[in-house]
């Protein structure tokens, strides 16, 4: 990215357009031409299926957990737009090599289950693993990813200012950062920067914070609102023409 712009990740694809993480918000955060696109996954009786919380109740009708419910059930469920909850192979389809991928390992016991997927895709369409980060608040999965697979980049997300500030990003051999912008810290910006870390802000949804993390020098932003981060990024390129 030039100076003073922030790289842009979709958070759960575009939501204004279409339910989070379906295949129709992905398919019109990819029209706007995002650089990155982010879903959650969970694994749903040895299925990666694609949804952010643990229960239902805030987009699909019930409040069972997930980890309770059959796959097939649970995708049977529509969700507002109209679209249902996709497998994470269905995603991958979709974004092929037109962004970035972040994949949250959202629950327990997904890292293997993800290894095996990519893995699986990569082979079969001969592509790269390039295109993907997989980050976690389980940092026990991330090293299992590390482990299994270390060609896929791995993202440590935090939400807090830990002790040690960055330190936990060494032993999983992190390519980034992934941290809360209501925690956003000078002195973890700068611990992340010299160890040779991306930095991502989530979930950053007003100009006058994307202003405030460039300003600081972060790398990017998780955003609901991927145009806002878009026409930013444009008043700041025509600014460096102009002046």
Known sequence: MAPGTLFCFAHRGYQQRASENTLQAIGHALEMAVGGIEVDVWNIGGQLLVKHDRRLGRLIAGSELLTEMRPETLRERPLPCGGTIPTLREVLELVGDSAQLNIELKGP???ALFVEEIRSFVHDKGTAFDPYIVSSFDHRQ???????LPEVRRGVLLSGIPLDLAAC???????????????????LIADAKQRGLKHYV???NTPDDL???????VDGVFTDEPQMVLDFNARMAAGRTTG
Do not use: W
């Open 142 to 148: 991330l090293y299992e990813c590390l482990r299994l």
């Open 202 to 204: 989530f979930t950053v």
């Open 211 to 217: 202003v405030l993390l460039a300003a600081q020098g």
């Open 169 to 187: 990003a060494a032993p999983l051999r992190a390519y980034s950062l992934h941290t809360n912008v209501d925690f956003i810290n000078t002195d």
């Open 109 to 111: 016991n997904c890292a």
